[in-house]
T-cell receptor
């Protein structure tokens, strides 16, 4: 099976712009979770989508949003970018059952100038 | 909210020495998962523990889940340069199994 794929792999934006990141889960996986990874804060949970519905949400401002499509692919959007949004954004897919293993994608490295 | 703390944050060892990282949760966990992230890579699942007091081994790696299901440890015997990376613990709170909360990770450097 193909692994989790994320596009783009690298992105450079300027403050105030918005960005959309994409994640394609492993075939058959219905849950997609998004994480922000920074050197200072580690892995921070953003949100989880299951069957096109947001099932869980982390403590991030409303500028961070996401959605999931019927084929389980997911996108996350960050509006009005700030310098502090520079990070590695990881998505992880799982079957969607309780206590599942997360399979991570390679991540999108976002740099905000 | 639920917090998962990991110590130490960094560890430098000589190849062949042992290494241990500890994970402590502010709340009781339903499970504990361990992931490894190589430099420049993404987290890769290593193992999951769900039972109180559970111990699992993978070659030189030994994982433990505390009796109270609030702490865990990962011990590596006789480290090798291939063990370099950041080790994360993560758990679901027993009161809310939805979110997987990660510790900050322990970065291991191994000197040959």
């Amino acid at each position: 099976k193909a692994g989790v794929t994320q596009t783009p792999r690298y992105l450079i934006k300027t403050r105030g712009q918005q960005v959309t990141l994409s994640c394609s889960p492993i075939s058959g996986h219905r849950s997609v979770s998004w994480y922000q990874q920074t050197p200072g804060q580690g892995l921070q949970f953003l949100f989880e989508y299951f069957s096109e519905t947001q099932r869980n949400k982390g403590n991030f401002p409303g500028r961070f949003s996401g959605r999931q499509f019927s084929n389980s692919r997911s996108e996350m959007n960050v509006s009005t970018l700030e310098l502090g949004d520079s990070a590695l954004y990881l998505c992880a897919s799982s079957l969607g059952f309780q206590l599942d293993t997360q399979y991570f994608g390679p991540g999108t490295r976002l740099t905000v100038l | 909210g639920q917090q998962v703390m990991q110590i130490p944050q960094y560890q430098h060892v000589q190849e062949g020495e042992d290494f241990t990282t500890y994970c402590n949760s502010s709340t009781t966990l339903s499970n504990i998962q361990w992931y490894k992230q190589r430099p420049g890579g993404h987290p890769v699942f290593l193992i999951q523990l769900v039972k109180s007091g559970e111990v699992k081994k993978q070659k030189r790696l030994t994982f433990q889940f505390g009796e109270a299901k609030k702490n865990s440890s990962l011990h590596i015997t006789a480290t090798q340069t291939t063990d370099v990376g950041t080790y994360f613990c993560a758990g679901h709170s027993s009161s809310n199994t939805g979110k997987l909360i990660f510790g900050q990770g322990t970065t291991l450097q191994v000197k040959p």
